[in-house]
Antibody
Framework: QVQLQESGPGLVKPSETLSLTCTVS????????WTWIRQFPGKGLEWIGY???????NYNPSLKSRVTISVDTSKNQFSLKLTSVTAADTAVYYC??????????WGQGTLVTVSS | QSALTQPPSASGSPGQSVTISCTGTSSDVGGYNYVSWYQQHPGKAPKLMIYEVSKRPSGVPDRFSGSKSGSTASLTVSGLQAEDEADYYCSSYAGSNNGVVFGGGTKLTVL
């Protein structure tokens, strides 16, 4: 059974870069679309983007200028970087294993607060 | 403002059936058979319940079913049980340029 675990700082200052890593266990990272999703305090979910094991990416158009998703197959990890954060980026961030839009496996989520 | 529209709440008594709608456009729900539904209990990650409109992953009870008509997808929960009380979210593939879009979520209450 594939398991995912997010890690990274829980507090980021405004204008800085949010960086999170997702470690995949119980399966190979050499398949699936490795995806980041966030959930705002008001509950809404937002798809951030994904990276395929080949390295190809697809990002939410509204975040595209600020987002980078990368993969390290040697460590079975993939990562999220979101630049120039504001309070509006405060959310629970989930990593997930997907087949295109079907989100099969989810991490437990990590709360990231943007505040000075 | 979510891309897909869901009712904020739904309810039913144990044993009853309830249907939750998810309305999009021809660019997402209406254009692809890639609608998924997720169940989320408080403090937990969402769980895939339905994919590709009407398919159930292994382990999901057959009380959960999905359908689609035009640009509106629906999730039906039959034989409601107390443990079905949760938030439910729909999502749809929206093309290579837009990726995946979500509904705003529906809180299902078992009376």
């Amino acid at each position: 059974q594939v398991q995912l675990q997010e890690s990274g700082p829980g507090l980021v200052k405004p204008s800085e870069t949010l960086s999170l890593t997702c470690t995949v266990s119980g399966g190979s990272i050499s398949s699936y679309y490795w995806t980041w999703i966030r959930q705002f305090p008001g509950k809404g979910l937002e798809w951030i983007g994904y990276i395929y094991s080949s390295g190809s990416t697809n990002y939410n158009p509204s975040l595209k200028s600020r987002v980078t998703i990368s993969v390290d197959t040697s460590k079975n990890q993939f990562s999220l970087k979101l630049t120039s954060v504001t309070a509006a980026d405060t959310a629970v961030y989930y990593c997930a294993g997907a087949w295109i839009s079907r989100l099969d496996y989810w991490g437990q989520g990590t709360l990231v607060t943007v505040s000075s | 403002q979510s891309a897909l529209t869901q009712p904020p709440s739904a309810s039913g008594s144990p044993g009853q059936s309830v249907t939750i709608s998810c309305t999009g456009t021809s660019s997402d729900v209406g254009g692809y058979n890639y609608v998924s539904w997720y169940q989320q209990h408080p403090g937990k990650a969402p769980k895939l319940m339905i994919y590709e409109v009407s398919k159930r992953p292994s382990g999901v009870p057959d009380r959960f079913s999905g359908s689609k008509s035009g640009s509106t997808a629906s999730l039906t929960v039959s034989g409601l049980q107390a443990e079905d009380e949760a938030d439910y979210y729909c999502s749809s593939y929206a093309g290579s340029n837009n990726g995946v879009v979500f509904g705003g979520g529906t809180k299902l209450t078992v009376l």
